[in-house]
Nanobody, 121 residues
Framework: QVQLVESGGGLVQPGGSLRLSCAASGSISSINTMRWYRQAPGKERELVAGITVGGGTNYADSVKGRFTISRDNAKNTVFLQMNSLKPEDTAVYYC???????????????WGQGTQVTVSS
C-alpha cells in the first residue's frame, strides 16, 4: 500500500510564494518520474511540472521562470516552489508519482489528495 501526503497549500497574495510538498510512503521499491498537476474550477487538470529520477525537469509554459520542481530521493518527496504567484495560479494542486512497490514488477501512477492554492488580494 502506498500513501502520498501533500502539504503547503494556502492563501497568498499576488506576487507571493508557496512551497508544496508531497511525501510517498509504504512498501516502495523505487520511484520514477514525479509530477505536479493542477485543476482550477471548471477547467481540466493540467500538468504543471515534472522531474525524472535523474533530475531532468519540464514545466508548463505558464509557470516557467516562476515555479521550480525538485525532489529528495532519500525521503521519497517531491517539492514545488512557487514564486511570483498570480490569481490564475489558483487551483487544487495534485502530485502524481510513478512508484514500483516491493512486490510488483511494474510502475504504477499514484495521486496525492490535492492541496488548495488560492492567490488573491
Amino acid at each position: 500500500q502506498v500513501q502520498l501526503v501533500e502539504s503547503g497549500g494556502g492563501l497568498v497574495q499576488p506576487g507571493g510564494s508557496l512551497r508544496l510538498s508531497c511525501a510517498a510512503s509504504g512498501s516502495i521499491s523505487s520511484i520514477n518520474t514525479m509530477r505536479w498537476y493542477r485543476q482550477a474550477p471548471g477547467k481540466e487538470r493540467e500538468l504543471v511540472a515534472g522531474i525524472t529520477v535523474g533530475g531532468g525537469t519540464n514545466y508548463a509554459d505558464s509557470v516557467k521562470g516562476r515555479f521550480t520542481i525538485s525532489r529528495d530521493n532519500a525521503k521519497n518527496t517531491v517539492f514545488l516552489q512557487m514564486n511570483s504567484l498570480k490569481p490564475e495560479d489558483t487551483a487544487v494542486y495534485y502530485c502524481n508519482v510513478l512508484i514500483r512497490m516491493s512486490h510488483n514488477r511494474d510502475f504504477v501512477a499514484y495521486w496525492g489528495q490535492g492541496t488548495q492554492v488560492t492567490v488573491s488580494s
